[in-house]
């Protein structure tokens, strides 16, 4: 059982730094840092957005506009903290 957790929590802390790229990449993109007409740019951006977007719309949705500002990734963030916390504090020990 030790292992599931093990893998949960490594599942998690690999969609947390895909996450943070994400957020890093759309910020290097907005401010026109990053060549947008580059191939490899464009298909790093394509798949950071597809792996995050289907996590990150439900958030969007119950978030009031904020205008620019989308602060649904540290909604995410926040959340899967949680749950690592939860695997390790409540979950696991009961199991072992």
Do not use: C, H
Not at 1 to 20: P, V
């Amino acid at each position: 059982m030790l292992a599931i957790i093990r893998t949960i929590d490594l599942a998690l802390d690999i969609y947390t730094w895909i996450l943070i790229a994400s957020a890093i990449f759309s910020w290097l993109y907005a401010f026109n840092v990053i060549n947008s007409s580059n191939r490899f740019v464009a298909s790093i951006g394509e798949f950071l957005y597809k792996v995050t977007e289907p996590a990150l719309r439900p958030i969007r949705r119950f978030l009031p506009d904020l205008g620019g500002i989308d602060i649904s990734p540290i909604v995410l963030l926040l959340i899967i903290f949680f749950v690592r916390q939860l695997l390790w504090t409540t979950i696991a020990p009961i199991l072992l």
